[in-house]
């Protein structure tokens, strides 16, 4: 088999590789119907089958039942950050966010420029973004409270839910599926399908049923909520690839021990970074401890140049996608589900090398 | 090798046989990369590479030049009938639209949604949309026409381009790339991947730098042409993989004579099927002869029974995607682009022999 190489990309990211074999295999004649997905008519009962099987296994991952709906729109996250405040908050009530970096930020400036009444029940911008909030101010005439459960830029992660009582939204597209959570705490969860469920190109809504009461009736046709849960995520042609490798990162996660079993490994995985940074003063790692992301762990070296060269050496090595975000610079290795444990400990090991050579 | 089926679906429709084999042969390890096209940064060398190919192959093969920009967009060509409007009709100016069917009348009826000045400038909708009007009454205060070069569902054609001095935006969803076309009258095309050019998941936009003065600066993120222009469609994570396959198809299009070869062997292997229709008075065809598709033809059968005796015979012989839309019933062949030749030369002969026994 030809090498493969450790993918510590943000995103789009690492893919297992039991799911890209099979996908490569059933490529040309998925199952020897003579045709391959991507040429697939979305109403064919083949289809169904593909579509209707991803759905029910992110349910069972989730936990979550009837009393949910799972749709998979076009559009990536971002267009979630509009479809939102457009259909949950109307114009006598507030949208209340957590700020925690980047993608809150961009939520909830989108919300702004809709001419939203927006507020900020909290926020971690004092310190650059580097811990999770734990206090929040939300106003009494709230629409929802709207969280970013991992910001993939700063290394943030929540490792708690609020408990609120008015509808929870969370964008968790960074740690999706990466460990229990109990999703029914929340209205609506939402993400990109680029990091820990599939290839770039959809995003995964999940939306309560007791939600979906509140959704108005004068929004553009594909931004509305309704078009998409009347129809099944089928209005207009869905991304019938990317539903079918989602599918197949589902039951590798099935039979992966669940979330119990990837949050486990995660753990393992995450802990040969973080301990390799620990146990040194040339490592150090701007997140306060408690909210350290097990997905997305961004490290400092003592200088830029050293950053550089940590880097050019990790590529030779063949790491890849170990750069930060160019907004923060430093490093980041991103450890999402599908990464192999022996790229993590490989990892591990290359920082305690490269610190005694050049510490 | 596998036996492939013949797939006359109306979209997500056949891909060619050569792109699904190399697709299939790089899945797992992109040209030796260590990593699947599904697993690259959207910001790395490689994937620029992939984009910036996949544009200049279309470009080429449109004739056009620095004068248009082409954008990626997630959410389907339904997401443009509203970002049209929204963008390119200021509110003192009336959009103009000819009705030719489905989706001209899903982009006209979400630009009234939009609460836009909306004008009906032709419309075949008197003889249920079985022709493409040949006059139009156009506003003096009109932003833009828009018309629909093919009609998937009614199996019309545009065969001419209307000479208008206002700009001229149109859907060619299912008959891109099919023909040469002088894609210099339009000051935007755009469509739905999933027809022509590669999988489901994906709209194309080819806009003007003339049209693009025009666009507002009030519009929501994801909805404003001008945040993808200046990201070159990456403003948020691209559809990568699909990206992939439309650079695999567009290149597919050239080495077989481009325009010219395709529309070709398009005129053979939709005159297999015409022909079919009528040397015998078993079948009639709605269109009017002269705005018959080369893409998509509907046919209708003495009887309901016979369509669908017709239909599961056809499914025997391994031609799927014969059934005609469900607004409209009937039969349709959708022989798009990358239909092998031999399966509408056996579509064809299938036809004769069906009437022959059954007429």
């Known amino acids: 088999m030809t090498e493969r190489i450790g993918i510590f990309n943000a995103g789009p990211a690492v893919l297992p590789e039991e799911v890209l074999l099979e996908a490569q295999k059933d490529l040309f004649n998925y199952k020897g119907c003579g045709q391959s997905v991507m040429e697939m008519s979305h109403r064919s009962p083949v289809f169904q089958g593909i579509i209707d099987d991803a759905m029910a296994r992110l349910k069972d ?3 979550l039942g009837d009393d949910y709906d799972i749709l998979f729109l076009l559009g990536g996250a971002s267009t979630q950050f509009l479809m939102i405040p457009m259909n949950l908050c109307p114009d006598d009530k507030t949208c209340n966010y957590v700020n925690t970096g980047t993608w809150a930020t961009k939520a909830l400036k989108e919300a702004k420029k809709l001419g939203k009444k927006m507020h900020i029940a909290a926020s971690s911008e004092d310190k650059a973004f580097t811990y999770i909030p734990k206090e929040m101010d939300i106003t009494d005439d709230a629409a929802y409270l709207h969280i970013t459960t991992n910001n993939t830029i700063r290394g943030t992660e929540y490792h708690w839910i609020p ?3 008015i509808p929870l939204i969370a964008d968790v597209s960074s740690n999706f ?7 029914k705490k929340f209205d609506m969860i ?3 399908a680029q990091k820990n469920i599939g290839p770039a190109g959809m995003a995964f809504v999940v939306i309560s049923k007791k939600i979906q009461e509140k959704l108005p009736g004068n929004v553009p046709t594909m931004l509305d909520y309704k078009t998409h849960i009347s129809k099944g995520s089928m209005f207009n042609t869905p991304p019938c690839w990317t539903i079918y490798i989602v599918g197949l990162v589902a039951k590798w996660i099935q039979d992966n021990g669940g979330l119990v079993g990837i949050e486990k490994i995660n753990k393992e995985k995450a802990g040969y970074i973080y301990n390799a940074m620990d146990r040194t003063d040339f490592y150090s790692g701007p997140v306060v401890f408690e909210d350290r992301s097990l997905m997305n762990i961004p490290f400092r070296l003592p200088t830029e140049e050293l ?3 940590f880097i050019a050496e990790a590529a030779q090595e063949n790491f890849i996608g170990l750069k930060g975000h160019r907004s923060v610079g430093g490093c980041r290795a991103s450890v ?6 022996k790229w993590a400990q490989k990892l591990g090991h290359f920082m ?3 610190a005694k050579n050049n510490g």
Request: no cysteine; hydrophobic share 30%; net charge negative.
């Open 61 to 63: 991952l989730m936990g």
């Open 163 to 165: 408990d609120v009582n």
């Open 177 to 183: 599926l990466s460990k229990p959570m109990d999703f």
């Open 190 to 192: 939402y993400g990109g």
């Open 307 to 309: 950053e550089k060269k």
């Open 336 to 341: 999402y589900n599908s990464l192999p444990l």
């Open 352 to 354: 305690d090398e490269f």
